[in-house]
């Protein structure tokens, strides 16, 4: 029996958010709405979106000992997550600097600061956490060398997800662990480098197939998403929304996505029920006090 039904290991951000009417071009200054600050970070993200959603969540992370670092874990712990794996020190707290247009969409820089301190040693000294988790998730806003060392900790019959984000070239060994690796169009494109075929995502999909992951899930924003492994490649329809601000969908995907598959749905089922789960996340501001809880996403 499993302690966790998802363990994530990924970052923890502040997320300093900016509203403009648009976005500046070079050498340009655009005025914007007050600074607001908001726990984020995609593995902090993905962490709290599945406990909303009532799964059982550990969070593996590093943050600084400071107060965007308490009010990480202060977030966490009020969603339900298990911090015990949270590393505190060594540098300050991460952060991204958010700017959002009125459309909804956004801009992000982010500075790494502890994320980047959380090293494959701390994935060795928390081994005990990836024995009892059901799935483990991640994302590539800590160091390659962490994310590829967590593969090699999981439990025999765990199920690993990885979300490439920001994305980069991936290692075979990372990418035969993947089921799910989920990507969005840019994301595919950058792992896909020369070997692209075609502009259809069903194409993507199968050319990123043959590189070695077990299943391959893209996500197309208001057009769904498309799951493909051996046993074929479908679409799955999105669910139509006002969005009003994009910022953390993609993780609460991810989240849901990875929760779902641990209970035993197929990857299409689980797609299905992230979809959802992404698209009540877009209809309200923020990251983490967007993402729905289980009675929510049934009632949309």
């Known amino acids: 029996m499993y302690d966790y039904d998802l363990l994530v290991v990924g970052s923890a951000n502040a997320d300093l958010v900016i509203g403009v009417e648009r976005r500046p071009g070079p050498g340009e200054t655009v005025l914007g709405t007050d600074l607001t600050v908001h726990p984020g970070g995609k593995g902090a993200n993905q962490a709290v979106a599945a406990a909303r959603l009532g799964a059982r969540t550990a969070l593996l992370a590093r943050v600084g000992d400071d107060a965007h670092g308490r009010l990480l874990l202060d977030s966490q712990r009020a969603?339900?997550?298990?911090?015990?794996?949270?590393?505190?020190?060594?540098?300050?707290?991460?952060?991204?600097?958010?700017?959002?247009?009125?459309?909804?969409?956004?801009?992000?820089?982010?500075?790494?600061?502890?994320?980047?301190?959380?090293t494959p040693g701390d994935v060795r000294a928390a081994a005990g956490l990836f024995q009892a988790s059901r799935v483990v998730s991640t994302q590539l806003e800590i160091p390659l060398e962490t994310v590829v060392e967590v593969v090699r900790h999981l439990a025999p019959d765990s199920r690993f997800v990885l979300n490439p984000s920001p994305p980069r070239p991936l290692p075979p060994e990372l990418l035969a662990a993947c089921d799910p690796l989920i990507v969005n169009e840019h994301e595919a494109k950058v792992i896909l480098g020369d070997a692209r075929a075609g502009e259809r995502p069903e194409d993507w999909a199968r050319v990123l197939l043959a590189k070695g992951p077990r299943s391959v899930v893209v996500t197309l924003g208001a057009e769904g998403a498309l799951v493909a492994s051996a046993e074929g490649v479908a679409r799955v329809p999105s669910v139509k929304v006002a969005a009003v601000d994009t910022t953390g969908a993609g993780d609460a995907f991810t989240?849901?996505?990875?929760?779902?598959?641990?209970?035993?749905?197929?990857?299409?089922?689980?797609?299905?029920?992230?979809?959802?789960?992404?698209?009540?996340?877009?209809?309200?501001?923020?990251a983490q006090e967007s993402f729905p809880t289980a009675a929510e996403v049934e009632a949309l």
């Open 255 to 286: 989240a849901a996505l990875a929760y779902r598959l641990g209970a035993g749905a197929s990857l299409a089922e689980a797609a299905a029920y992230a979809s959802r789960v992404g698209a009540s996340a877009v209809t309200k501001r923020g």
């Open 79 to 118: 969603a339900g997550v298990d911090t015990v794996g949270v590393v505190v020190g060594g540098a300050p707290t991460g952060v991204a600097l958010i700017t959002v247009d009125p459309s909804g969409d956004n801009s992000i820089v982010v500075s790494p600061g502890a994320n980047g301190r959380l």
